[in-house]
């Protein structure tokens, strides 16, 4: 399974986090965003089978978080608040 799954659709882009998101996948995972959100759509990210995301698929989330009209989190997720603590940043995501 990969670190993530995007599925857009013409009102929405659906990001679901699996497992590990990490810088190795960083790349990967801006381009897809970047794709997905042309043009701007609202952008609900499900990261409910995230087990560790790092400071820089973090960054990659937030600046995805800005470029959406709107931005949220299918439910709360223990591991992304953590990492969203860790690093003194302020949660952009409006809990659904």
């Given amino acids: 399974m990969s670190p993530f799954e995007i ?3 013409p009102d929405t882009v659906h990001l679901r986090l699996n497992f ?3 810088i190795e996948q960083t790349h990967a995972l ?3 965003l970047t ?3 042309t043009p701007p759509r609202p952008l609900v990210v499900d990261p409910a089978a995230l ?3 790092d400071a820089a698929a ?6 995805a978080a800005r470029a959406a009209p709107r931005a949220e989190l299918t ?7 953590t990492a969203l603590q860790r690093h003194g940043i302020t949660d ?4 659904s």
């Fill in 7 to 9: 599925d857009s659709t």
């Fill in 58 to 63: 973090l960054q990659v989330m937030l600046a």
């Fill in 75 to 81: 439910a709360p997720s223990s591991v992304w608040t």
């Fill in 30 to 32: 801006h381009t897809a």
């Fill in 51 to 53: 087990t560790r995301i």
């Fill in 35 to 37: 794709t997905a959100l």
């Fill in 20 to 22: 590990e998101v990490t």
């Fill in 92 to 95: 952009p995501f409006v809990q």
